[in-house]
Every structure is written in structure tokens, then in C-alpha cells.
């Protein structure tokens, strides 16, 4: 049947390479290595203690004066998603960054950030098996009943449509930098990357058009 489909209100994620030569042997030497980041390591769970985010409170880009240039580069990317891919005016700034450092066989709940409009991820030590996983936004809610047939994931869309995915999963390499809207849910199932490591961080527009001001 002849028809035209639009893909209202998209929720797009943008992949940008950056150059991360030598940052996973800085965070080895100085920041893991760190006495005085003892205090700055949060332990995902009791159950999941292989994942642990360095500085999760912190920017590390103002803790470590190393890493102020990687800072740049990446709010250059931000800022070029946020005006030319999704149409904003305004500028970002970084609110918090931090490490995340994850063992074979831990995982990443499924979570969301708050107080933030862009967050994202850059990856620093990957192979094969490295994913993450975004929920689409459009199902239904963990907190209400709702009436829902789901759509077959399985089937392939005659028309290449992907409009029915409830899950997409990512495959990132070292050096690729994901960005997404903050409320987008995300996470990985079970480890299998050996030292698995990136650096992830929360972003807010400099000026809002709207009621609330920072």
C-alpha cells in the first residue's frame, strides 16, 4: 500500500569519536591508583559491587587539571549535537562527570538522570562484547496498569521502520562518545568486557527559554 510515514518526536542518540589516546592509562595512574579517591568511589550495590563510579559526585574535568582538555573537546561535540542535531540555541555546560570502572560479570541497572537535560558517555575501554542498552520512553511504566499489545521485536519490518523496538542496543568502540536525552532509561546486562571503563557526564543548557532560570 502507497503511504508516507513520519517519525514524530524521535529521541536520537549521536555517536561522535573523539581522541582518547592515553586517558585509560591516566585514570590507572591517577585516578584509580589515587589515595584521595577513596572516598570518591561509589559502589553500585552490595550485590554488584564489580561496578564502581570514581568522583560520581565530582567533575573530573575541574578535579584533574589533565583532563581539562578532553572536557573541551567533548562539551565541543555536546554543543554541536545540542544546536545542529537537535536544534537548541543555547549552550551546554557539564554539571558532573565521573569514571565508571565495571568487572566481568556486573552490570548497570536500568536507570535514568535526573537535574540534566543532555547526558553521556565516552568510552574508553571496549571490545567485542561492550554494549548498552536505551529503552524506548514510549512504553508503558513500571508505576501504572496500562492496556498494551506489544509489537513482534522479532519480525522485520517490511519497510525497514524501526519504530517498534522497545530496546536498541549500542555497540561502542574505544573512543566513541554517546550522547542522549537524560530522561532516556539505559544500562548493560552482564559484563563480559575485562576492565571495562568509560567516563560518563550530565550536561545543562547554559541559559533556558523558559520559566525556570540557572
Request: hydrophobic fraction near 30%; include cysteine; glycine fraction near 6%.
Amino acid at each position: 500500500m502507497q503511504h508516507e510515514t513520519v517519525g514524530l518526536f524521535a529521541q536520537p542518540i549521536t555517536k561522535v569519536n573523539l581522541n582518547v589516546t592515553g586517558i585509560a592509562e591516566f585514570f590507572d595512574n591517577h585516578v584509580r591508583g589515587n589515595s584521595e579517591t577513596k572516598n570518591k568511589i561509589n559502589i553500585e550495590s552490595i550485590s554488584n559491587s564489580g561496578l564502581r563510579h570514581y568522583h560520581n559526585d565530582d567533575n573530573v574535568f575541574e578535579v584533574y587539571p589533565e583532563l581539562k582538555d578532553l572536557g573541551d573537546r567533548i562539551l565541543n561535540a555536546a554543543n554541536f549535537v545540542y544546536q545542529e542535531v537537535l536544534n537548541h540555541n543555547t549552550t551546554l555546560r557539564i554539571t558532573n562527570a565521573w569514571f565508571n570502572e565495571c568487572d566481568i560479570g556486573s552490570e548497570q541497572f536500568t536507570h535514568n538522570h535526573c537535574n540534566c537535560i543532555i547526558s553521556g558517555t565516552l568510552y574508553l575501554r571496549t571490545d567485542e562484547n561492550t554494549s548498552i542498552n536505551f529503552k524506548s520512553p514510549f512504553t508503558n511504566t513500571d508505576f501504572a496498569p496500562s492496556l498494551v499489545d506489544y509489537p513482534d521485536v522479532k519480525k522485520p519490518n517490511k519497510y525497514g521502520y524501526n519504530y517498534h523496538f522497545l530496546h536498541v542496543t549500542v555497540s561502542p568502540s574505544d573512543g566513541d562518545c554517546l550522547f542522549w536525552g537524560s530522561h532516556i532509561n539505559h544500562g548493560y546486562p552482564l559484563n563480559k568486557t575485562p576492565g571495562r571503563l568509560s567516563l560518563s557526564f550530565n550536561m545543562v543548557p547554559t541559559t533556558f527559554n523558559c520559566t525556570y532560570k540557572v
